[in-house]
């Protein structure tokens, strides 16, 4: 029953009563009532807007508004960009409808092509840009070869293989090779195949070769690890035409404007929805400041004696710093914005100093001394300046070592986007396009570098992005056949949740909350904080990029996963920290063999991972399990895992895994089940701290070489006969 068109009296009062009437949860005041086929800008029942209308309004209406959405498909062709306003508003089905929002168009007019083969074929723009298909609802598999084709060996520039029809493929520059190595799903677009002494020679992209095998980037703690697995090897061929062999397989020949389908058996194509995605991300809603970067410390203007010093032993930003011992020394530091962070090592013997800003004294006290060496620390802070043109001033006080690392700027004033909601909504229909320019560059678990240098590390976009956000929420929502991640709360997001939802069929990961470099945050108000994921379902995410996992969190405090239900994803179902060893004390470094301290301080802790149920994970890749976590923790606010029940994963590695660095979690409770890998890990001294007891298992294989890890009170069942306290916990798993 579509509202907007009742015409008759009951109608009227139906209308009547959803549109006076507020919907739990929804926000008060005003409602615009949208629909697939609006026009005008009335967005009242009897008149109802297009979508895009209404979130224009938004910006002038006054006081709370609900966007009550009626069923059918909202294509959107950009980006919807939702407004800061100061009051709270509400997107929300209308009662017993499913309005979708798609990124993607309709594709018909298709027509048999090859018959050998069974292609078909229709137009679309010259110049179409995507990485997915779906048909009938089912994701279709870009033209590949099978798995392992032939016998591939590097080269200088790419591979080499002995079979020679691979020189014979077309539309070569579109061409990608791709890998699956450990805990990493690495890809490369190639520049050309020829043939090369009765086989073929595959040139990849030289970026994309740097990065990801003769180069790959390590940036080392607190950014990645010291595992750099690289592309030296082929698993598979993808996207080239003669690769189209296979029922369910596409192949889009961009310059041509041709999309090539072999159908699946029992398919029209006359008849079939053919879904063609276009848009990254459908809807996005950002705060300031936006995403803080650091800038090296040779941004700044030195006056007196200063030294640099370049040491990848100590862990600084870009591994060098300015050094001064002379009295009088100062950097100045111009920028545009309402705040400025400074970031040097801290140490014992290390110096104080004065600052001005805008040539007034700041007259609080200022100095780099520390009980033991960290680096990245913030050592000078000021904000809330009205935002403008200003220059920060530090000086040196004494003949001890005085350091300048890392400027961060606040280019505006911490203005969240707030008191959102989104409640009965399908988001699907994305793409995204990145890696068919640059590759894949992993690093772990759906963070990958970006191609250029410095090589910031990058995520998929998501369908719905949240930057700077406070009081979002996400309730009853569909999050399906997508191209890049479901839901992302970055840049600082606090007190925003989602529940009773569902992800589903997603090329990346399923939701991402936080970010792997903010670490250094000591200021709350920039932080990411009380994040709340609970009774979601989250199935069949890294359906493209097989290192993605169903949930993903970087660096927060007070992040809250609680009876979730995570299946079916190639890699790890659940992965909360970042850092590795950054946190851990250099005497642990030192015993896990490294041969340099890199240590900082991360502001992750008080988290909770509690009453999940995480099964059939870990189906591709190595070196994960269900519930994973990698760096330090709070020791003042102990993070917990308890009540989980984990089964079923295997490749596992540990299925409770406390990775490197993890330190300051009490992990009990929780009911493990697979036959394989070991039910609890932890692998190298720098992983401290943790306490592990009251859990149930039917694997007996334990590997502890953490520093002060207790593993105690663990109940081992056998024939699958679980004690009623086990019972109770897999019952209560998963939503409730």
Excluded at 127 to 135: E, M
Excluded at 184 to 198: A, E, M, N, W, Y
Excluded at 298 to 322: E, I, K, L, M, P
Excluded at 357 to 381: I, N
């Amino acid at each position: 029953m579509h509202l907007g068109r009742l015409g008759t009296a009951l109608g009227a009062a139906l209308l009547a009563a959803v549109t006076l009437t507020t919907p739990a949860g929804a926000a008060p005041g005003r409602t615009l009532v949208v629909a697939p086929d609006g026009r005008g800008e009335a967005c009242s029942p009897h008149r109802p807007c297009a979508l895009e209308s209404a979130s224009q309004r938004l910006a002038v209406e006054r006081g709370d508004v609900t966007v009550l959405l009626h069923g059918g498909t909202y294509r959107l062709s950009r980006t919807l960009e939702l407004p800061r306003t100061a009051a709270k508003v509400a997107f929300r089905a209308a009662p017993g409808e499913t309005p979708v929002l798609t990124g993607a168009r309709r594709v018909t007019g298709f027509t048999r092509t090859d018959g050998t083969r069974d292609i078909y074929t229709a137009r679309v723009p010259a110049g179409t840009d995507t990485r997915q298909l779906f048909v009938d609802g089912v994701r279709a598999e870009r033209a590949r070869t099978a798995l392992n084709p032939a016998t591939f060996t590097a080269t200088a520039t790419g591979f080499r293989t002995p079979d020679p029809a691979f020189a014979a493929l077309t539309n070569q520059p579109g061409i990608e090779v791709v890998q699956e190595n450990k805990w990493k799903h690495l890809r490369c677009p190639l520049t050309s195949i020829t043939p090369d002494g009765g086989g073929s020679a595959l040139t990849v992209q030289p970026e994309c070769w740097r990065n990801n095998n003769t180069a790959v980037i390590n940036r080392q703690f607190p950014f990645n690890g010291n595992g750099l697995p690289k592309l030296d090897g082929v698993s598979w061929v993808e996207n080239a035409p003669e690769l189209l062999t296979r029922p369910g397989q596409w192949y889009l020949d961009r310059a041509a404007g041709k999309l090539s389908y072999i159908p699946l058996p029992g398919q029209d194509m006359t008849r079939a929805d053919v879904e063609l995605p276009l848009l990254e991300t459908l809807v996005e809603a950002s705060g300031t400041p936006g995403h803080l970067t650091p800038v090296d410390d040779g941004a700044g203007a030195y006056t007196g004696a200063w030294t640099t010093s370049a040491n990848r032993a100590f862990g600084d930003y870009q591994d060098g710093v300015h050094v001064t011992t002379t009295p009088g020394a100062s950097v100045s530091y111009t920028f545009s914005g309402t705040g400025l962070d400074v970031l040097a090592e801290t140490n014992t013997g290390q110096g104080a100093f004065t600052a001005t800003v805008d040539g007034r004294p700041d007259p609080r006290p200022h100095t780099e001394t520390g009980d033991v060496r960290l680096a990245q620390q913030v050592v000078y802070s000021i904000g809330e300046l009205p935002k403008g043109r200003h220059t920060v001033t530090l000086t040196s006080r004494s003949d001890r070592p005085f350091l300048v690392d890392a400027f961060v700027v606040t280019p505006e004033a911490v203005r969240p986007v707030r008191d959102l909601s989104f409640t009965g909504l399908t988001f699907t229909g994305t793409t995204w396009t990145l890696p068919s320019r640059d590759g894949y560059v992993d690093n772990q678990a759906g963070v990958q570098w970006a191609a250029a240098a410095p090589h910031a590390p990058i995520r998929p976009p998501a369908a719905l992005e949240i930057h700077r956000g406070r009081d979002v929420s996400v309730g009853g929502s569909t999050f399906r056949q997508l191209g890049g991640a479901g839901l992302a709360f970055a840049d600082g997001t606090q007190s925003s949740r989602v529940t009773r939802s569902r992800f589903e069929d997603i090329a990346a990961g399923g939701i991402a909350i936080g970010e792997v470099d903010d670490y250094y945050l000591t200021d709350p108000a920039r932080m990411t904080l009380d994040t709340t994921i609970a009774d979601t379902t989250i199935t069949d995410v890294g359906r493209d990029y097989h290192d993605a996992v169903g949930v993903w969190a970087g660096h927060g405090r007070r992040i809250t996963l609680e009876h979730n239900e995570i299946a079916r994803t190639p890699y790890s179902g659940i992965s909360l920290g970042w850092g590795w060893g950054w946190a851990s004390p250099c005497e642990l470094q030192a015993k896990q063999g490294l041969p340099a301290c890199r240590r900082g301080t991360l502001y992750s802790g008080d988290n909770h991972i509690v009453g999940n149920d995480i099964h059939d994970v870990m189906r591709t890749l190595l070196d994960g399990g269900p519930i994973y976590t990698l760096g330090g923790q709070d020791a003042t606010a102990e993070s917990v895992t308890a009540g989980n029940w984990v089964h079923d994963a295997p490749n596992n590695n540990n299925m409770l895994y406390h990775d490197e660095g993890s330190s300051y979690w009490n992990t009990f409770g929780n009911v493990v089940s697979n036959p394989t890998g070991r039910w609890v890990g932890m692998w190298t001294p720098t992983i401290h701290d943790i306490r592990v007891h009251g859990n149930f298992t039917d694997n007996t294989v334990v590997k502890n070489l953490g520093t002060n890890v207790l593993i105690t009170d663990t109940t081992v069942v056998t024939g699958g006969n679980w004690p009623p306290a086990a019972k109770s916990v897999m019952a209560a798993a998963g939503p409730r």
